[in-house]
């Protein structure tokens, strides 16, 4: 597969050195595969997500933010890429859309000297993982929540987890996976990584650099749309609203949050946000309690002060209705 050369790509291959070059030829080879990954994320995306093939990364660039001495963010076109860099390697949380990964390693290449050492994926999403085979053929170590290998295993399998994977399958998999935590010492943090329960999805992982005080949210905390839960992939909103307890919980006023989508945040913006959704929660109860259906939920305005900054509320507003109707 030809790949157009963008201005970002021939400005970084005349920048370059002849190593860089050579690692830029090995790539091309390595990223012929992309069709093959894109087929295999697009079969998963298409429950979730508008596929992969709908969308133009040619004009997208990657702009990378500073957060500390060690710690960026990258924006793209997807989840917000968080990294961590200094003399003991790469460490990256989640991996947007595998037509960017050449240009998101092209930044970590300007940012760093040190070799991919690890991805997270905060979840299952394709806008999350969808660099993992690239990022795995460049030698990065996936860890991810035990159920994001289980969604993404069954995106290769089309559910049938006894089919037997092929050796370019399992390289975007995570081959690390825990079900509580898992805590790295990298780069002068301790990072810990944990799992809350059902949220967004069933495999929502947060990242915690103790000694910078960033906490990666993945999807669950977002600062660009109500709540988004994902019930096909097993989230719940009361895991969600569980979540922003427990953040609020482990952090202090100092605490920056990286959202998937979104800006920087800090406790304010959680704090406000959990307020809302509590509000909202409770007027679906009443609602429930005088004997509306759904329908009549939906129509009935109960969200009207918020929706001019959070958008439509139908997809939350069906999830907490069919959470409370069944407890
Ligand atoms: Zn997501």
Do not use: C
């Amino acid at each position: 597969m030809s790949k157009p050369i963008n201005p970002i790509i021939q400005k970084t291959i005349a920048a370059t050195s002849i190593h860089k070059m050579m690692t830029f030829k090995t790539r091309n080879n390595i990223f012929k595969a992309f069709s093959r990954t894109l087929s295999a994320v697009a079969l998963l995306a298409l429950t979730v997500e508008p596929t992969i093939a709908q969308q133009d990364f040619s004009q997208v660039e990657i702009i990378p933010h500073q957060l500390t001495d060690n710690i960026y963010y990258l924006e793209g076109q997807g989840g917000n890429i968080g990294v961590s860099i200094g003399e003991d390697g790469v460490f990256m949380i989640d991996d947007q859309f595998a037509p960017l990964s050449e240009k998101i390693l092209d930044t970590l290449e300007e940012l760093s000297d040190q070799p991919l050492r690890f991805v997270i994926n905060t979840h299952q999403h394709p806008d999350h993982i969808g660099g993992n085979q690239n990022m795995g053929r460049e030698g990065a170590v996936i860890v991810a929540h035990e159920n994001v290998r289980t969604a993404l295993a069954a995106g290769f399998t089309s559910g049938d987890l006894n089919r037997a994977l092929t050796a370019d399958q399992r390289i975007g998999l995570p081959i690390v996976t825990f079900t509580d935590s898992v805590d790295f010492h990298l780069n002068g943090d301790d990072i810990h990584v944990f799992y809350n329960g059902s949220g967004h999805t069933n495999g929502d992982s947060f990242v915690f650099f103790r000694q910078s005080n960033i906490i990666h949210t993945g999807d669950v905390f977002r600062t660009v749309a109500y709540p988004r839960v994902d019930v096909g992939a097993g989230g719940t909103f009361h895991g969600i609203v569980a979540s922003y307890e427990k953040l609020l919980e482990i952090s202090d006023a100092n605490t920056r949050f990286l959202p998937g989508h979104g800006v920087v945040s800090t406790q304010t913006e959680l704090l406000s946000q959990l307020q809302m959704f509590k509000t909202i929660a409770r007027r679906v109860q009443n609602a429930i309690d005088d004997g509306m259906s759904l329908e009549q939920v939906l129509a009935a305005g109960l969200t009207a002060e918020y929706d001019a900054r959070w958008g439509d509320p139908e997809g939350m507003l069906t999830a907490i209705f069919n959470e409370l109707i069944i407890r």
